[in-house]
């Protein structure tokens, strides 16, 4: 669908990739920037370690704390006291930043980053998932060491349960990794290999003119993976798309996002409220349990539609588009309180504390 350039459109999302160490956050990370589709991420890792060395030496100059690398990608060691600092500079227009991916150390606390980015000034941000990697082949001994990941798996947005290859019981680990999480999308994964369309929309390279991506050079890994022991993508997203030239209910809605099911990881697109606001369609920017509306004004002669893509795993695609059919209304006229669902998740200016209307926390533990 068509986008028009807007001020939350231009905001950035921020993802969290979290999970203890040797659980594979550093090969999920190199895969996105190897595969970003030719958008520019934008990394704060904790270490430059942490990024590999032949990356670093296609265009980098190694600064005191950062290096761009030849896709535009900016990586900054930095601590989390530095945050908003690096937030802020990643999210300027002229660093042309589509996805910023926050690799969470080892030992740090999942809720706190996410506490920090939910109450971020910066206005060219919004929060982009947190992820947990977990290793499935060493899952019941780090479960073990550290009883605190089921309070994180609680937290998660989107679960990688990685190196099922190497698990001789993987299944049953993904079944008690779902049993842990709160109806987050949890997929399989080898090698870190996870579709990156799951966290951001990646633009095609042609859009990059005159810039070479890690794509372009690193283009023969591909016919390696294609045929070589690594194989193809482990896990594959499902998407359901649904239009309707009819208005939606508010109230409906909500009911609908309110009671995402299990496994839904992000909604977005526009929704079209007829009587209950002729003026504006709405953009919604749904992650995990975070949740965003945007007012946007119509176009005289723009055709007027609700346009949502859903994207998560293991979803029920017939089912989702019946329960988003039911939303649709022909109702004349609107009641007078049907938006206060919708705008309590409207953010206002100057607003972005977790708990204030437009900005959900995440859920504490059970």
Known sequence: MGQRPTSHSRQIPVVVIAGFLGSGKTTLLNHLLHRSGGSR??????????????AMAVAGALGDSTVSLGNGCLCCAVDVSELDGYLERLARP????????????????PQELVRMLLASEQPGVVYGG?????????FDDTRAKHPEIDRHLA????????KTDRAPDAERVLALVRSLSDR????PAAYGRIDPEFLFDCKPSEERIGQLSFDDLHDHTRDEESTGHTGHLHTAYDSVSFTSGAPLDPRRLMRFLDSRPEGLYRIKGYV???PYDERNRYAVHA????????PEPWTPAEERLTQLVLIGSGIDAPGLRKELDACVSDAPHADEHGMWGVLRYVPDPGEGEPGEPG????????
Do not use: K, M, Q, T
Request: charged share 25%.
């Open 41 to 54: 991420i934008g990394a704060i890792v904790n270490d430059f370690g942490a990024i590999e060395i032949d």
């Open 155 to 162: 937290l998660a947005d989107l679960v990688v349960v990685n």
């Open 184 to 187: 987050a999308a949890v997929v």
């Open 359 to 366: 900005v959900e926390e995440p859920p504490e533990p059970a």
């Open 272 to 274: 079209d409220f007829g």
């Open 94 to 109: 002229e660093a042309g930043i589509d996805v910023i991916v926050i690799e969470a150390s080892g030992l740090a606390e």
């Open 287 to 294: 992650v995990g349990h975070f949740l965003r509306f945007y």
């Open 130 to 138: 947190l992820v947990e990697v977990v290793d499935a082949a060493e």
